[in-house]
Nanobody, 116 residues
Framework: QVQLVESGGGLVQAGGSLRLSCVAS????????MAWYRQAPGKQRELVAG???????NYAESVKNRFTISRDNDKNTLLLQMNNLNPEHKAVYYC??????????WGQGAQVTVSS
C-alpha cells in the first residue's frame, strides 16, 4: 500500500510563500505522473498542477507563473512552491499518485490559509 505524506502547509500573509512536500513510501513514485489538487471550502477538488515522470509540467490557469511543481525521484518527493499567495488560495492541498484506476493514491491533505 503506497502512502503519501504531505507537509508544509500553514498560515501565511498575503504575498507570502509556502512550499508543500509530498513523500511517497515506495519507489513506484519515479515512473508515474504526480499531481497536486486542492479543495477550497464549499468547492469541488480541482487540479492545481501535474508533472510527468520525465518532468513535463502542466498548471491550472489560475496558478501559472505563481506556483511551481517539481519532483525529486531519488527522494520519492513531490514539491509545490507557491509564491505571491492571496486569500483565494486558501484550501486543503492534496498530492495524488495514480498508477491505474485501481491504484489511485492520495495524501492526507495540507491546509493552506492566507490572511489578507
Amino acid at each position: 500500500q503506497v502512502q503519501l505524506v504531505e507537509s508544509g502547509g500553514g498560515l501565511v500573509q498575503a504575498g507570502g510563500s509556502l512550499r508543500l512536500s509530498c513523500v511517497a513510501s515506495e519507489s513506484i513514485f519515479s515512473g508515474n505522473t504526480m499531481a497536486w489538487y486542492r479543495q477550497a471550502p464549499g468547492k469541488q477538488r480541482e487540479l492545481v498542477a501535474g508533472i510527468t515522470s520525465g518532468g513535463s509540467t502542466n498548471y491550472a490557469e489560475s496558478v501559472k507563473n505563481r506556483f511551481t511543481i517539481s519532483r525529486d525521484n531519488d527522494k520519492n518527493t513531490l514539491l509545490l512552491q507557491m509564491n505571491n499567495l492571496n486569500p483565494e488560495h486558501k484550501a486543503v492541498y492534496y498530492c495524488r499518485l495514480r498508477v491505474s484506476s485501481r491504484d489511485d493514491y492520495w495524501g492526507q491533505g495540507a491546509q493552506v490559509t492566507v490572511s489578507s
